[in-house]
């Protein structure tokens, strides 16, 4: 296999991860406090979806991030709400919600765009419009495994050094 090619491919696998890996970081905190999201897959999908379909109806990629930060608010509240109050299973809930996600995002994808299997490109963020954009994408590429790297350490005192997120073990 060629050197330049397996070196792209890490690097690329390296960068698609650190979303998960993220996710993955505030599931254990979540877990940590005895709440099991296995739903978590689906805010992702939802908080991926309403952010490019906002960002590319609006122009915006801030109002497109706030969007998703909404809407994935709105999805953990909905499991709570399902959880805490119908006392449902938080296993089958996760599940109900990935599922509810899935559905939801592919049936809006293809009532809006009335494409399916397709990529579209949002107008704002391809080709970056910035002067620097050379500089710009290089420093997302080792920004995003940076945020991983800082943030896993960060997540061990508060996972691992208490019995339940904000008791001390003493």
Do not use: K
Request: hydrophobic share 50%; with cysteine; charged share 10%.
């Amino acid at each position: 296999m060629d050197l330049e090619l397996l070196t792209g491919l890490l690097q690329s696998t390296v960068t698609m991860a650190v979303p998960l890996l993220l996710a993955a970081l505030g599931e254990l905190l979540a877990e940590r406090a005895g709440v099991i999201n296995v739903g978590i897959e689906g805010l992702l999908l939802t908080g991926a979806f309403v952010a490019m379909a906002v960002t590319y109806f609006s122009g915006a990629p801030v109002l497109g991030l706030m969007a998703a930060g909404g809407a994935g608010l709105l999805l953990a509240a909905l499991f709570a709400y399902v959880v805490v109050v119908h006392s449902a299973n938080q296993v089958v809930a996760g599940i109900a919600l990935n599922l509810l996600a899935i559905g939801v995002t592919g049936v809006a994808y293809r009532a809006i765009f009335g494409v399916t299997g397709a990529a579209l490109t949002v107008p704002g963020l391809s080709p970056l419009p910035f002067r620097c954009s050379r500089r710009f994408r290089s420093s997302v590429r080792r920004c995003s495994p940076r945020t991983v790297s800082a943030t896993s350490p960060l997540s061990w005192c508060p996972a691992w050094r208490s019995d339940s997120i904000g008791r001390s073990r003493g």
